[in-house]
């Protein structure tokens, strides 16, 4: 399969130019005949909304906007992050994902770890995700996960546990920290996740990150692919804008847990069981 | 101390947030006051790479004749840099003032020159039909070594997550000449006088200081125990303390359910 990680500078708040800019580049993906396009957290509406969220919120099953992106999709599977606000939930935006393929809306994640702190503020605008799903995409069974998600690293557990062979995480990382490097320090970060969660869960780890600067916030860019094994496949550009593609064999999942059998001996009971234990005695 | 720096990568980033911020407002033109000095020696080598040389304006604004060395080095710079550069004299206006309302104090003078030179500034943002380009640095924002609505103002602040020692580097990446570098840095209001000798130590010291406070969250005790002297870190907490209100918009006294500055939020750069 072939994946296109689209590390784009969305406008922000305003819906319209951003949802041509996926336009655009689904059509370079389709002429590289690309089967996964990856788009950033919250490509659809930039990242600093604030008070913008609910301005730019949609429901995807109905906004013609969404159903633009959801029409080009056919032969193409694409990860898109928007601002939901759905019609069972009116007044609720969440920062959400969603997976469409072939002209299908497959699955939406709503982000569950909202940071908040520091220079985030996410759950002052946003309501918080409450699950994490796999779902069955075309190329295998899949994990979605925005940003923070990633790195409580419980949620790939769970994607994991429910039989993912491909983690998908979209994010608008900051980069901080400038000790040196060609790339901001916290790039490490994203990477040693990805990797370790790419050698110990056997699976595809796709991470598309943005580009550009929001109120004086640089995003780090430097998406990547880590294949089964922590073995690394693409690296996008830190900073810059960058669509990079690459190819990835499913078929390695296989092989790495034919190698490595911490799939076979996983023991979510247990671990359900404890954490069961664990929840419980905190709520006595 | 604060981390060496890698030049190149920083300045992409600062070349990338000020083209960003200059085409999000679709201005192609930046100015900013060059005092001969190295901050906006900088400021302006980062903005004539991001918007090219002739999109940027240098406005040397002397006090008549008190500098002559760093007005000449400004217009070396401009010159080499391939800028555009202009000389206004602030002594007419400052005089005529303070001959009206005279004060034994230098630092209110100084004050007034900073405030005259924002007020040049801002008018020839006007004229130019272009956006003013801060220089003031991480230091000098922390420990609050500057002029408040003079040279804090600015439309943005390439600069500001800088540490004095991390531009002395980025300085030196960029090539900026010697005669710039090794001088004293001074605010140049009035005749001999220099930042370290205001502040009472040496730029080294108070970074270390600072980034202890800063970057490390170190408390008083742990910053003394790192190896900073005790008297040294007491005046750069007591400045750093003091000069808060430079650093943030004046509160609004909140009245109703929703307010400017409190919880009406919205981006800086929303969709222009």
Known sequence: ?284 | MPPKINGAFVEKVLVAFIRDEFSRCGCGKGLLGLSGGLDSAVCAALAARALGPRNVLGLILPYGTAFPEDVRHAAAFAGRLGIRYETVDIAPQIDLYFSAHPTKSRVQRGNKMARERMAILYDYSVREGGLILGTSNKTELLIGYGTIHGDMACAINPMGDLYKTQVRELAAYLGIPAAIRKKAPTAGLWPGQTDEGDIGFAYDEVDAILCALVEGRGSRREIIEAGNAPAAVDRVLRMVRASGFKRMMPPIAKLSIRSVGHDFLYPYDRGR
């Open chain 1, 1 to 284: 399969m072939k994946i296109a990680l689209a590390q784009i500078v969305p406008k922000l708040g305003d819906v319209d130019a951003n949802v041509d800019m996926h336009l655009d580049i689904l059509e370079k993906a389709r002429k590289e005949k690309a089967d996964l396009v990856v788009f950033p957290e919250l490509g659809l509406t930039g990242y600093t909304l604030k008070d913008l969220a609910e301005e730019v919120a949609l429901d995807p099953a109905s906004d013609p906007r969404f159903r633009r992106i959801v029409a080009r999709s056919k032969g193409l599977s694409v990860v898109v992050g928007f601002v939901e606000e759905g019609p069972a939930d009116r007044g609720l935006f969440y920062n959400a994902a969603a997976f469409i393929a072939d002209g299908k809306i497959i699955h939406v994640h709503r982000k569950v770890f909202l940071p908040t702190g520091g220079i985030f503020e996410e759950a002052k605008f946003f309501a918080q995700g409450q699950d994490f799903r796999t779902f069955r995409a075309p190329f295998g069974r899949t994990g979605l996960l925005i940003c923070r998600d990633f790195l409580q690293y419980g949620s790939s557990y769970v994607h994991y546990a429910s039989g993912a062979d491909v983690i998908i995480c979209i994010s608008a990382a900051p980069g901080r920290g400038i000790a040196g490097g060609d790339a901001f320090e916290t790039s490490r970060m994203w990477e040693l996740m990805g990797e370790a969660v790419s050698y110990f869960s056997t699976v595809f780890v796709i991470y598309a990150n943005r580009a550009g600067s929001e109120d004086g916030v640089t995003f780090a860019g430097g998406s990547f692919v880590f294949a089964p094994g922590g073995r690394l496949i693409t690296r996008a550009s830190s900073v810059d804008p960058d669509l990079v593609f690459c190819r990835a064999d499913l078929s390695a999942v296989r092989e790495a847990r034919r190698k490595w059998l911490f799939k076979r001996d996983e023991k979510p009971e247990v671990i359900w069981r404890s954490l069961e234990r664990i929840v419980r005695a905190s709520e006595d």
